[in-house]
């Protein structure tokens, strides 16, 4: 079936290690997103991508960071530098990446807690 | 800026009741989207509806129907007849014409439904 699929699940991370949460796609999108979500606040933009080999920040980039080096794969690395890591990321990804349609198919998520 | 809000952080009904989630938004631009989307305990979110700012027609999709009304900046979502596994979070959001798929998304409200 197609869709997105998040990897891993749960994410258990010591503080000032890195991590990296696997989103891979097989909707044959151009566009692909990381939203990080906290409770009462939404969604918020974390970077973005609209073609291979290209990316762009979101509203909350900074302790993160991403790659597309192919169309199906838009992983997003957690660093160190990330004061809050403690969230819930959800990936997505869209059609017609100029085009406001918003229908963004979304993956499960990732939950990533920080001991 | 943009801005979504959606005041409701929690509401809990009773099956069969109805219930009406608010949203209100903020956009300097002309041309906009508006936007529902569930997430249900899974976790990812499911597209409901998208709406451009010239088309005020209220829709109707069964159990759901939506109420645009420019004139208050507000979008509303109500669910007639209201059931077990309309429990979720309902988020809305918007996007501007030259925003592409960049939503900008309300904090969401959850609605429990019980039986």
């Known amino acids: 079936d197609g869709g997105i699929t998040q990897s891993p699940k749960y994410l258990f991370r010591k503080e000032g290690q890195n991590v990296t949460l696997s989103c891979e796609q097989n909707?044959?999108?151009?566009?692909m997103y990381w939203y990080r979500q906290d409770p009462g606040q939404g969604l918020r933009l974390i970077y973005y991508s609209q073609i291979v080999n290209d990316f762009q920040k979101g509203d909350i980039a900074e302790g993160y960071s991403v790659s597309r080096e192919k169309k199906e794969s838009f992983p997003l690395t957690v660093t160190s530098a990330q004061k809050n890591p403690t969230a819930f990321y959800l990936c997505?990804?869209?059609?017609?990446?100029?085009?406001?349609?918003?229908?963004?198919?979304f993956g499960e998520g990732s939950r990533l807690t920080v001991l | 800026a943009q801005k979504v809000t959606q005041a409701q952080t929690e509401i809990s009904v009773v099956e069969k009741e109805d219930v009406t989630l608010d949203c209100v938004y903020e956009t300097r631009d002309t041309t906009y989207y508006l936007f529902w989307y569930k997430q249900p305990p899974s976790g990812e979110l499911v597209f409901l509806i998208r709406?451009?700012?010239?088309?005020?027609q209220n829709e109707i999709s069964g159990r759901y129907s939506w109420n645009f009304q420019k004139s208050t900046s507000s979008f509303n979502f109500t669910i007639t007849a209201s059931q077990v596994v309309d429990s979720a979070v309902y988020f809305c959001?918007?996007?501007?014409?030259?925003?592409?798929?960049?939503?900008?998304f309300g904090g969401g409200t959850r609605l429990m439904v019980k039986p």
């Open positions: 909707l044959n999108h151009d566009a």
């Open positions: 959001a918007l996007s501007g014409n030259n925003a592409g798929n960049m939503l900008t």
């Open positions: 709406r451009n700012s010239f088309d005020e």
């Open positions: 997505a990804s869209s059609t017609l990446a100029g085009a406001p349609t918003g229908e963004l198919f």
